[in-house]
């Protein structure tokens, strides 16, 4: 049994109560419920208590000497940040293509001369389990480093049943062995494959009839996604893809409106997503309708900058009453980051936000994107005891001071596993 957990009076520590049953949205992303001189009690991976010091301190009175304790004076106690879109496994890089665009070759192009998502994939068939759990493994403990505690990961590398399963496997493995909580998303429509070049309504038939029922029989995902793109899917055919989804269970979620406005938010207000990703060219229309039905945002400023494109309008979708979470969407070819924080900051310098619905967009609305806000992203009794202490003394701070790594320790379930900006768990280990 581990000891009790005892983080005692942050310069600020940011709750986020009340917000468990349903996304933040509107005026409400401002409100974090802030307390000064703040203090938590953790036990049994749980939250047991949170308030003023002299308060947290008074209810545990007998037992203040059997807990480790952390003084968190003069530094930021968060929720762990919730990471809702990653493709983080996966192997291979794809520096070249990078140096392709700084250059002048446009994403989509390098991607139709098969390249991009093709490169990738190529890559990771060829991986064994063991190379893909170990590269994958090194990215998740940068993950944990940025402060991060619980991210969804896609499968869409594979690309062919063998290896969808082979890369939904390794994010089960890494979430078995590794701090960080992985929940995961099939991607089969992330791209249509070269050997159904010429023929992708037969690979839209393979998703549908071959690979969404193996995935759901094995419980391998939660969710079901698809790049909903010009060249890659049309909303036909991912609507298609996505009611096959909910048909075996998985939620829909979707890559939307990125390169160009496609439908893409529409569709998925009219399925009823969980969450509408990138949304950089989404319609007023397609705006409206995920505030209209509670669709949340996901918003991925890391890959507008990282593809040096206008973001999406954050501000503008706050404003219209859609939820807003933020994710760095880390993948190999867009958005090759792990850093939650940085793309706080994006969020503020990029699209609009304030640091109060940064903070929110990567905690409690994160969390929901992923069906997960009854449990984390909120410092509340009963929720996980997932925390992250930044070294500034207010969250304001945090967006001020930007491009630096702040995370200074890092609590999952209860247990220290970042100290001092270092790794300190004991129970991540190598593939062997
Ligand atoms: O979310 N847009 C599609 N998929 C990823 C990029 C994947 C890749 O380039 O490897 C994204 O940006
Ligand atoms: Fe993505």
């Not at 039905?293 to 918003?299: P, R």
Request: with cysteine; aromatic share 6%; glycine share 8%.
């Amino acid at each position: 049994m581990n000891k009790p957990v005892f983080i005692r009076n942050a310069g600020q520590l940011v709750t986020l109560k009340g917000s468990s049953d349903a996304p933040l949205t509107g005026k409400q992303m401002e409100q974090l419920h802030v307390i000064e001189n703040g203090s938590v009690w953790l036990e049994d991976g749980v939250i047991q208590f949170v308030g003023k010091d002299e308060v947290v301190a008074e209810a545990f009175n007998d037992r203040l000497s059997e807990a480790e304790t952390i003084d968190a004076s003069g530094k930021l106690i968060t929720p762990g940040l919730v990471d809702p879109h990653t493709h983080v496994v996966y192997c291979g890089s794809r520096e070249n293509e990078f140096n392709m665009r700084l250059h002048g070759a446009t994403y989509m192009e390098i991607m139709n001369s098969g390249g991009g998502i093709h490169a990738t994939t190529s890559a990771t068939r060829e991986a064994s389990h063991k190379t893909l759990f170990n590269e994958s493994k090194k990215r998740l403990d940068q993950f944990l480093l940025h402060g991060v505690t619980t991210i969804e990961a896609k499968s869409g590398y594979g690309l062919s049943l063998e290896h969808e399963i082979k890369q939904l496997e390794v994010a089960k493995t890494l979430h078995e062995n590794h701090p960080i909580d992985i929940v995961r998303t099939f991607m089969g429509a992330h791209a249509v494959p070269s050997e159904y070049k010429e023929n992708p309504e037969e690979f839209v038939n393979h998703i549908i009839n071959e690979m969404i029922p193996e995935v759901a029989r094995r419980k391998l995902a939660e969710f079901n996604d698809v790049f909903c793109e010009r060249g890659v899917f049309t909303p036909e055919q991912s609507k298609l893809i996505l009611k096959a989804g909910l048909e075996h269970g998985l939620l829909p979620k979707i890559h939307a409106d990125e390169i160009e406005p496609y439908g893409g938010a529409e569709l998925a207000a009219s399925i009823g997503a969980i969450s509408a990703d990138h949304l950089l060219k989404a319609s007023d229309k397609g705006i409206a309708a995920l505030a209209e039905k509670g669709v949340i945002a996901v918003l991925l400023p890391g890959t507008a900058f990282f593809l040096m494109e206008e973001s999406a309008n954050g501000r503008k979708m706050i404003n219209a009453g859609v939820p807003v979470a933020l994710s760095t969407d880390c993948n190999p070819g867009s958005s090759p980051t792990v850093a939650m924080p940085l793309i706080m900051n994006l969020g503020c310098m990029k699209m609009g936000m304030t640091p109060a619905e940064v903070l929110t967009a990567a905690t409690i609305n994160a969390a929901h994107a992923i069906n997960k806000g009854k449990v984390i992203g909120s410092i509340e009794t009963g929720k996980k005891a997932d925390i992250t202490i930044f070294d500034v003394p207010n969250y304001v701070s945090l967006q001020y001071r930007y491009g630096i790594n702040h995370v200074h320790t890092v609590l999952k379930n209860g247990e220290v596993v970042v100290k001092g900006g270092r790794l300190v768990c004991s129970n991540t280990r190598i593939h062997s």
